[in-house]
Nanobody, 116 residues
């Protein structure tokens, strides 16, 4: 069964940090690139970061100096470390894989709210 379970979101003040986690089922994690997307109040779901099967990363230019994506293959998990959070980072964060994104299959996401 395909499964994507995001966690780690919450309410944080501007300048704060959060680490998001996403646990994926084996068949959509192993041998696949993994992604973080986010949907904000003013934008449709959009790509944020990629981590390849061998750990290479790519992050959206506008957050590259603040966000870091990583993966733990032993745990079928990816992470998004978010530092110096800003109000415009508020949104629902979703993870996906090279299998699920083309199918438009998503988990429930995790809400991130940056507010004082």
């Amino acid at each position: 069964q395909v499964q994507l379970v995001e966690s780690g979101g919450g309410l944080v003040q501007p300048g704060g940090s959060l680490r998001l986690s996403c646990v994926a089922s084996e068949q959509i994690f192993s041998d696949h690139d993994m992604y973080w997307y986010r949907q904000t109040p003013t934008k449709l779901r959009a790509w944020v970061a990629t981590v390849t099967t061998n750990g290479q990363t790519n992050v959206l230019n506008s957050v590259r100096d603040r966000f870091t994506i990583s993966r733990d293959n032993a745990k079928n998990t990816i992470y998004l470390q978010m530092n110096n959070l800003k109000s415009e980072d508020t949104g629902v964060y979703y993870c996906g894989s090279g299998v699920t994104v083309p199918r438009d299959e998503w988990g429930r996401g995790t809400q991130v709210t940056v507010s004082s």
